[in-house]
């Protein structure tokens, strides 16, 4: 297997296990990844998710382009199209799912490729000092077909992903902190430690107020201002007549951790 799955304490850890390929994505690990990201979307138990490469070097390459070709051959680029629009897309996370819950990128290497396009789908995103970024898809010819094109603009600003996407030139770790793309840089030794800290902090929050408010935050980024704040209340009045709002009030009256049960 070239996916490995642990869970601690309701984090569902995801490991790419391919360093001798620089944890490239084969059309195997897709299939593996698309149940293992269904598993995370559909068990109340597990409240946050960490998506880390195996090694030091590098946290993924994107899809492996050995297959590539094979792919490409395959269907005609209108079967692909449809193919597209209709499955998950690479990572299982990029394209028509979504898991409802966060997900933590713990990026222990380099980040190119579809590996970028990956980390970008997910929720929050730290890594170590050596790691770099880049979507270097058009010196091969091809262009970011999972989201770069898209989430990076979002994600930094124009001047900065329009220079990634077009150049294919990556950048590294101090820069991506700088623009947003990263949360923060930490020691090699630190990353998965740190990742479970902030996979745990998420996790003892009330799993319903977690999940609406990524819904609401993620939904509106593309509102206008007004209709944001409908959105927001859309999501907002249903935890108000919630079980576990009742014992968030209650742990907050009683000075205790609340006990949160998903209902």
């Given at each position: 297997?070239?996916?490995?799955?642990?869970?601690?304490?309701?984090?569902?850890?995801?490991?790419?296990?391919?360093?001798?390929?620089?944890?490239?994505?084969?059309?195997?690990?897709?299939?593996?990844?698309?149940?293992?990201?269904?598993?995370?979307?559909?068990?109340?138990?597990?409240?946050?998710?960490?998506?880390?490469?195996?090694?030091?070097?590098?946290?993924?390459?994107?899809?492996?382009?050995?297959?590539?070709?094979?792919?490409?051959?395959?269907?005609?680029?209108?079967?692909?199209?449809?193919?597209?629009?209709?499955?998950?897309?690479?990572?299982?996370?990029?394209?028509?799912?979504?898991?409802?819950?966060?997900?933590?990128?713990?990026?222990?290497?380099?980040?190119?490729?579809?590996?970028?396009?990956?980390?970008?789908?997910?929720?929050?995103?730290?890594?170590?000092?050596?790691?770099?970024?880049?979507?270097?898809?058009?010196?091969?010819?091809l262009m970011p077909g999972a989201g770069g094109t898209q989430r990076l603009p979002r994600a930094v600003p124009l001047a900065i992903a329009a220079e990634m996407i077009l150049t294919g030139d990556p950048i590294d770790a101090p820069r991506a902190l700088a623009a947003g793309l990263i949360n923060r840089?930490?020691?090699?030794?630190?990353?998965?430690?740190?990742?479970?800290?902030?996979?745990?902090?998420?996790?003892?929050?009330?799993?319903?107020?977690?999940?609406?408010?990524?819904?609401?935050?993620?939904?509106?980024?593309?509102?206008?201002?007004?209709?944001?704040?409908?959105?927001?209340?859309?999501?907002?009045?249903?935890?108000?007549?919630?079980?576990?709002?009742?014992?968030?009030?209650?742990?907050?009256?009683?000075?205790?951790?609340?006990?949160?049960?998903?209902?």
């Amino acid at each position: 297997m070239s996916v490995r799955v642990d869970v601690n304490d309701g984090v569902l850890i995801v490991t790419l296990d391919r360093p001798e390929a620089r944890n490239a994505l084969s059309l195997a690990m897709r299939t593996e990844l698309v149940e293992v990201w269904r598993r995370f979307r559909d068990d109340g138990d597990l409240r946050a998710a960490i998506l880390t490469g195996a090694g030091d070097a590098s946290f993924c390459a994107g899809a492996d382009l050995k297959e590539i070709g094979s792919y490409y051959r395959q269907f005609t680029p209108m079967e692909r199209r449809e193919r597209g629009e209709r499955e998950p897309g690479l990572g299982a996370i990029t394209r028509n799912f979504d898991p409802g819950k966060p997900i933590i990128a713990a990026i222990n290497g380099h980040c190119l490729a579809g590996g970028l396009e990956i980390a970008l789908a997910c929720d929050l995103r730290i890594a170590v000092p050596h790691a770099t970024f880049g979507l270097p898809e058009v010196r091969w010819g091809l262009m970011p077909g999972a989201g770069g094109t898209q989430r990076l603009p979002r994600a930094v600003p124009l001047a900065i992903a329009a220079e990634m996407i077009l150049t294919g030139d990556p950048i590294d770790a101090p820069r991506a902190l700088a623009a947003g793309l990263i949360n923060r840089i930490v020691p090699v030794g630190d990353l998965m430690a740190t990742a479970m800290d902030l996979a745990m902090a998420i996790a003892r929050n009330g799993p319903l107020a977690v999940r609406a408010a990524r819904a609401a935050m993620l939904a509106g980024l593309d509102q206008a201002l007004d209709a944001g704040l409908r959105l927001e209340q859309f999501h907002a009045e249903p935890l108000r007549q919630s079980e576990d709002v009742q014992e968030g009030l209650r742990a907050f009256a009683e000075k205790r951790r609340p006990i949160y049960r998903g209902r």
